[in-house]
């Protein structure tokens, strides 16, 4: 079984800084790993996964995300923040058949002028 | 716009009545899920098809849910006799094998 833990639950960064969204797991396994975002009123939106390969995955809008297996981290970054990305940010992880994701409880970005 | 569709987009109920939200995944989506997220809470999964099959229902679905995709294109969710524990935000995903998930923009659900 797999899950994931946000230990964040707001980050604030100032437009132009980079940011960071932290997101560790725990896994029986090779990891599956997923971020979303949320805006307000929305569904979640696909940013990037981490199947295999680089621990560095590159995904959406400037978002990538390392893949740290001492760490059993997987955090996402971006080296320049936007005001437009404050949203609702959360990661995952597959458990069980079906693909079906289990969650984290979400990091809220906020970017500031 | 090919996307998840859901319908209706809030839905305001007195306790004890009972609900169908729809859902319409993208046409060649043979996978379809249905996950709640309350506030502050990362979406929670309740029940998943692939085509007509149901083939998982989390704990959480109790006797009062019952979901539905009959000819394994639209799927509709019916809360039965709702209760204030019910109001939270009702998400619908689909995709296709190893691709991601994509979900559609929710039901919002207050129960009064």
């Known amino acids: 079984a797999q899950s994931v833990a946000q230990p964040e639950d707001q980050v604030n960064v100032a437009e132009g800084n980079p940011l960071t969204v932290k997101c560790t797991y725990s896994v029986s396994g090779n990891p599956y790993l997923f971020w979303y975002v949320q805006y307000p009123n929305r569904g979640l939106q696909f940013l990037l996964k981490?199947?295999?390969?680089?621990?560095l995955v590159k995904g959406s809008y400037g978002f990538e995300a390392e893949f740290n297996k001492s760490q059993t981290s997987f955090h996402l970054k971006k080296p320049s923040a936007l005001v437009s990305d404050s949203a609702l940010y959360f990661c995952?992880?597959?458990?069980?058949?079906?693909?079906?994701?289990?969650f984290g409880t979400g990091t809220q970005l906020k970017v500031e002028l | 716009d090919t996307g998840v569709s859901q319908n209706p987009r809030h839905k305001i109920t007195k306790r004890g009545q009972n609900v169908t939200f729809r859902c319409d995944p993208i046409?060649?989506?043979?996978?379809l899920y249905w996950y709640r997220q309350t506030l502050g809470q990362g979406p929670e999964f309740l029940t998943y098809?692939?085509?007509?099959?149901?083939?998982?229902k989390s704990r959480l679905l109790s006797d009062r849910f019952s979901a539905e995709r009959p000819k394994g294109s639209f799927s509709t969710l019916e809360i039965q006799r709702t209760e204030q524990g019910d109001s939270a935000m009702y998400l619908c995903a689909s995709h296709e094998p190893s691709s991601p998930l994509h979900f559609g923009n929710g039901t919002r659900l207050t129960v009064t």
């Open positions: 046409s060649e989506h043979n996978r």
């Open positions: 981490y199947i295999t390969g680089d621990n």
């Open positions: 995952a992880a597959p458990t069980g058949g079906g693909n079906k994701l289990t």
């Open positions: 098809f692939q085509n007509e099959a149901q083939l998982e």
